[in-house]
C-alpha cells in the first residue's frame, strides 16, 4: 500500500472528532478515490475553523458589542447620505411616466438630450465630492474651502456656456433623432431652448445636494432633491400644460429648477461645525 502523506488529514485525526472513526487501514479507500482528500481536507479545516472562532468571539464579546454599535451608527448615517440618490431614481421614474403621458415624441427627444448637458453637472459634483468628503472627515477644513472656491468658479460660468451650447447646438442634437422635415424637428428644437433655460438653475441645485451629502447632511441634501425633481417639477407638469400648452409642459423643469434655487441657496451658505472651529 502506498503510504499517504497529508498533513491536515493527519493533524485531523488528533483534534477533529468527525474523522477519528478514519484509521490507517482505511486509507486505502482514499488511495481508490484521491477527491476524497480534498473533502476530508475541507472538514477538518473547517471544524478548527469553528474551534479557533469560538475562542476568539469569546475573548471579544465586549469589543463586538462596541463594534455592532458603530456599524449601526454608520449604516444610520450612510442610509441618510445615499437618501438624496435614492429620491432622484424614484423622481426620475416618476416624472418620465408623467411625460410619457403627454405622447408627444419630442418629449423623448428633449429628455434624452437632457441627460447629456445635466451630466456635465453631476460629473463635475460626483468628481469634486470624493475629496471633499475626505477632506472634511480628516478635518481639512483649508482642502474644503479651497475645493469649494474650484466648484463656485466652476458653477458662475458653466451654466452660462452650457445653456448657449444648448440654445445652439439644439438643431444638432434633435437631427440625431428626428428629420429635419418631420414637423417633429422644429416641436423639439423650440421646446430643447425653453426646456433648457433649467439648466442655469440646475448645476446649482445638484451642486449643493451632492455637497451636503459630502458632508453627511443627506437629509438635508435630499430635500434638495425631493424638491427639484419630484414636487416641484409634478406640480408644475401638472399646472402648467393646461394654462400654455406645450409652452407650459417645456417651462415646467425651469420653473422647478427656479425655486429650489431658494432653499439651496440658502443651504450652501451653511458650514459645517468645524468651519467654525477654523
Known amino acids: 500500500m502506498t503510504k499517504i502523506t497529508f498533513l491536515p488529514l493527519a493533524y485531523g485525526y488528533e483534534v477533529c472528532p468527525p474523522l477519528a472513526r478514519w484509521r490507517t487501514d482505511e486509507l486505502s479507500v482514499i488511495e481508490k478515490h484521491p477527491t476524497l ?19 476568539v ?6 469589543a463586538s458589542k462596541i463594534l455592532v454599535h458603530c456599524q449601526a451608527s454608520l449604516k444610520c448615517k450612510n442610509a441618510s447620505a445615499f437618501l438624496s440618490e435614492f429620491v432622484d431614481q424614484i423622481a426620475i421614474a416618476v416624472t418620465t411616466i408623467i411625460f410619457n403621458r403627454t405622447a408627444i415624441a419630442a418629449v423623448s427627444i ?16 460626483m468628481g469634486i465630492a470624493t475629496p471633499l468628503g475626505y477632506a472634511y472627515g480628516n478635518k481639512r477644513v483649508d ?16 451654466p452660462i456656456v452650457i445653456y448657449i451650447l444648448t440654445y445652439s447646438l439644439a438643431p444638432l442634437g434633435v437631427s440625431f433623432f428626428s428629420d429635419s422635415t ?7 428644437v423650440s421646446g430643447m431652448r425653453i426646456y433648457g433655460l433649467g ?33 416641484l417639477l409634478i406640480l408644475f407638469l ?5 394654462k400654455f400648452g406645450l409652452y407650459g409642459l417645456w417651462s415646467a423643469m425651469p420653473d422647478a429648477e427656479f425655486l429650489t434655487l431658494f432653499i439651496s441657496i440658502p443651504l450652501l451658505k451653511w458650514k459645517p461645525s468645524a468651519f467654525s472651529q477654523k
Open 37 to 55: 482528500l480534498q473533502g476530508v481536507d475541507v472538514v477538518c479545516i473547517f471544524y478548527l475553523w469553528c474551534i479557533f472562532n469560538n475562542h
Open 57 to 62: 468571539c469569546k475573548k471579544a464579546t465586549a
Open 110 to 125: 428633449i429628455m434624452y438630450l437632457q441627460f447629456l448637458f445635466t451630466g456635465i453637472y453631476f460629473g463635475f459634483s
Open 143 to 158: 482642502v474644503c474651502k479651497i475645493l469649494e472656491r474650484y466648484a463656485y468658479r466652476f458653477f458662475m460660468v458653466a
Open 182 to 188: 418631420s414637423p417633429v424637428f422644429s416641436l423639439a
Open 199 to 231: 439648466f442655469l438653475f440646475s448645476g446649482i441645485n445638484i451642486f449643493s445636494a451632492i455637497r451636503l451629502m459630502s458632508y453627511g447632511k443627506g437629509h438635508l441634501s435630499g430635500l434638495i432633491t425631493f424638491l427639484r425633481s419630484f414636487v
Open 238 to 242: 401638472t399646472i402648467l400644460p393646461v
